[in-house]
């Protein structure tokens, strides 16, 4: 009997320590989740988010879907500028306006002006920008320098706003993303003040979704349709230079006409000096020369008055004569 009582409680003991350990196990097995059901959680009110953390939470799902520059076409924009001179402004205007409607495009302004060349002669001066669409930029230049007298400056430019465009992209879904995680919990809110908060929130967030539409819209136009600025410039402006070469006939041309031109001053300076000059020097001559007469008469009279007032020395005897 004494043997089997110090065995008994071994085995009781050893019995113990093997509960403890399963017990223990299966708690830990419950904690990571491979074993047994996590206990449920009390369900509770959410409360409205702040824009930054929802603007957190929606822009790490955006991410994981990842828009990159690759899964988009470029999107550059393209301008061009030119400056030509032709020998009927107007009209060369009026075919370029025809040639952006027909190609699908648009003037976007035009302006005809009066300019002067080297010998003051007045000329018709122009500028004209259009829209064109992108895949027809080469031939609405071809169009526009064809038949020109010459081409003074072209200057063609590029920007690609890929990586804009992406971000504006990402950005939108983010804000899209962040618009119904509010309108959710807009839905589900009870109190006045939580209402209040969300509806100030949605309102952020529409207003940059807006934004960042009518940027990228910008963007893809801007892409599609490119600009043309055109300066157009009489041919009358444009002297050709000539070196080594004498021309007579040109020089005798200009003296004659600066004859015609010394003539035709010196005639109009005549009839100016009799129809204006000479009336008013005689207007103003006349009454200067009678104050001169009348002052001049009075200063005789005067110097003869004190002639004639002055008395005689009398001669004083001497002595004895």
Partial sequence: MKKILPFSLILIAALILAACGSA?????????????????????????????????????????????ATS????????ADLVIVVSDVKERMENIQVMAQQMGGFVVSSN????????????PEAQVVIRVPAEQLDEALEQIKKNVVEVQNENRSGQDV???????QSRLKNYESAEAQLEEIMDNATKTEDVVSVFNQLVYYREQIELVKGQMKYYEE???????????VAEETVKPVMIGKWEPQGVALEAVQDLVNFLKGFVDFLIRFVIFILPVL?????????????????????RGSKKKVQPQEVPVEKDGK
């Fill in 222 to 232: 801007a892409a599609a349709l490119s600009a043309i600025s055109i300066r157009i």
């Fill in 282 to 302: 005689i207007f103003i001559f006349i009454p200067v020369y009678l104050v001169f007469i009348g002052a001049r008469a009075l200063f005789r009279k005067m």
């Fill in 24 to 68: 223990s196990e299966n708690r830990s097995l419950t904690e990571t989740g491979f074993g047994g059901s996590a206990p449920q959680m009390d369900a509770f009110e959410p409360a409205p988010a702040a824009p930054e953390a929802v603007y957190e939470q929606s822009a790490a799902a955006s991410n994981e879907a990842g828009v990159s």
């Fill in 72 to 79: 988009v076409d470029r999107i550059v924009i393209q301008n």
């Fill in 112 to 123: 005809i002006y009066q300019s002067y060349t080297s010998d003051y002669v007045e000329v």
């Fill in 162 to 168: 890929t990586a804009e465009y992406v971000d504006l």
